[in-house]
């Protein structure tokens, strides 16, 4: 296939893609220039109780006061899954937003219904 046409292929599929996927892709590509520099582990093949370090972008940031201590949980997507990082006993953390990009590093725990989470993780945040 001569390159003109590979680009107009690639530029149709996606205009074709759903959205979240386009977004997923970025999110890959990006995490991908991270692991160039850190030992990352792509979301997908994480274990539970493992030690890791997952390289993505925050989705949401939220602040839970209820139960007896508060906590600041983060939901870090790298375009080939997600996984729940808790920061226990902390009302803010200056810097976590949604969109942040970071490193995360912590031991991956598994919750009964099967999400996995990081509890206290240590980070680094990305430009």
């Given at each position: 296939m001569a390159p003109a046409a590979a680009r107009v292929k690639d530029w149709l599929k996606r205009i074709a893609a759903p959205s979240q996927e386009l977004f997923a892709d970025e999110i890959r590509r990006t995490s991908?220039?991270?692991?160039?520099?850190?030992?990352?582990?792509?979301i997908e093949r994480l274990e539970p109780r493992q030690?890791?370090?997952?390289?993505?972008?925050?989705?949401?940031?939220?602040?839970?006061?209820?139960?007896?201590?508060?906590?600041?949980?983060?939901?870090?997507?790298?375009?080939?899954g997600q996984v729940a990082l808790v920061w226990m006993g902390r009302r803010r953390i200056v810097g976590l937003e949604a969109g942040t990009r970071l490193v995360a590093r912590g031991r991956v725990?598994?919750?009964?219904?099967?999400?996995?989470v990081v509890y206290n993780p240590s980070y680094e945040l990305r430009p």
């Open positions: 991908s220039a991270d692991t160039l520099d850190a030992d990352t582990t792509p030690l890791a370090a997952v390289a993505g972008r925050l989705r949401t940031v939220v602040l839970r006061t209820d139960g007896r201590s508060p906590s600041v949980e983060a939901e870090l997507f790298d375009g080939t725990a598994q919750l009964g219904d099967g999400r996995l």
